[in-house]
């Protein structure tokens, strides 16, 4: 189990993720936005985590993917009678991800530093989900339903 793997007895699926920008500058902030959706009847509470992957990346010390913001959102269950009526078992959330805090320290140059290119941004409900949307990306998820789904979409930095 990886971390933050069974908080909950419901099944979540996640959606519409969305990376407002497709290029951003070294200083500003990207609002990363996802759907998130209680599959059971239950009510239940949802850690969803946004990780970034840098694939261009020249540093040898980068990490293959890092944590970067995560979110705690409850939710109602589904209604049986009414499976598809929207009463508070789905929501929309926000994960600000800041340019900054991409930011590494760079060995070679003594200093701080935020690599130009492009960075992926995975969510999860796992970080054992994330990697294997960073080992196998054409078998993310199906329909963004499962414990092990992930989202992935990237932006540049300039």
Known sequence: ???????????????????????VPKDGVVN???????????????????FVSYGHTTSPRRPLKELKAYKRVS?????????DAMDG?????????????????????NQWAIESGDVRVIVAPSAAAAGEALATPAVVC?????????????????
């Not at 189990?1 to 993720?17: A, I, K, R, V």
């Not at 990363?32 to 946004?50: C, K």
């Not at 199906?142 to 300039?158: E, K, P």
Request: glycine share 8%; aromatic share 10%; proline share 4%.
């Open 89 to 109: 078992h789905a929501k929309r959330i926000t994960l600000p991800l800041r340019v900054k805090d991409l930011k590494y320290w760079d060995m070679t140059a």
């Open 32 to 50: 990363v936005t996802v759907d998130v959706t209680n599959n059971s009847e239950r009510a239940g509470d949802e850690v969803v985590f946004l």
């Open 1 to 23: 189990m990886g971390f933050g793997y069974g908080l909950s007895y419901s099944t979540f699926s996640y959606s519409n993720l969305q990376v407002p920008c497709s290029t």
């Open 142 to 158: 199906a329909g963004g339903a499962g414990s092990d789904c992930a989202l992935t979409d990237t932006f540049r930095v300039n």
């Open 75 to 83: 939710l109602a269950g589904r209604n049986p009678a009414d499976p």
